[in-house]
T-cell receptor
């Protein structure tokens, strides 16, 4: 298996622009997680899905953030409009049931 | 509520010395426990996990951890540090069916 795939790996954008991050989980996994990692705040869980249904989005910082999982093979995280404080590394992870999570390589987002 | 505390945000050891990274958790029911490692510019990857059974768990790269219920601890050890062990290590707890809570991470430095 190719593992969790994220795209793009790096994204540089200007404040106010829409940003879309994409994730393809491991086939057969029923949980998908979106995390944000910064030096100041560490690893934060933003939202997670079970069988494509959002279960807990309490970590989503603001209404500017949204995430969808239209099918078992794809999820995206959108930020609109983006702000410099959104600069971070965003990770997607997937798991089967209660087991360990498999992380993607991350997307490094820089908002100028 | 479940929580994870990693003692020490930075740990420095000499090459060949014992590695000990401390993790304490809070959980009202038997937890699943994990240690993940993150190398620079990469996602997290699983080192080892405890679900049930034997309390001493062996993982990859010579690491092991012992689940001590009475101390609510899951410390990570390695008898002899190698330069390649330099990374950030995360302890995590899951109550099965609920989201996994990650600790703040401990950065391990290995001196030549």
């Amino acid at each position: 298996d190719a593992g969790v795939i994220q795209s793009p790996r790096h994204e540089v954008t200007e404040m106010g622009q829409e940003v879309t991050l994409r994730c393809k989980p491991i086939s057969g996994h029923d949980y998908l997680f979106w995390y944000r990692q910064t030096m100041m705040r560490g690893l934060e869980l933003l939202i997670y899905f079970n069988n494509n249904v959002p279960i807990d989005d309490s970590g989503m910082p603001e209404d500017r953030f949204s995430a969808k999982m239209p099918n078992a093979s794809f999820s995206n995280l959108k930020i609109q409009p983006s702000e410099p404080r959104d600069s971070a590394v965003y990770f997607c992870a997937s798991s089967f049931s209660y087991n360990e999570q498999f992380f993607g390589p991350g997307t490094r987002l820089t908002v100028l | 509520a479940q929580s994870v505390t990693q003692l020490g945000s930075h740990v420095s050891v000499s090459e060949g010395a014992l590695v000990l990274l401390r993790c304490n958790y809070s959980s009202s029911v038997p937890p699943y426990l994990f240690w993940y490692v993150q190398y620079p510019n990469q996602g997290l990857q699983l080192l080892l996990k405890y679900t049930t059974g034997a309390t001493l768990v062996k993982g990859i790269n010579g690491f092991e951890a012992e689940f001590k219920k009475s101390e609510t601890s899951f410390h990570l050890t390695k008898p002899s540090a190698h330069m390649s062990d330099a990374a950030e290590y995360f302890c995590a707890v899951s109550l099965g069916g609920f989201k996994t809570i990650f600790g703040a991470g401990t950065r391990l430095f290995v001196k030549a």
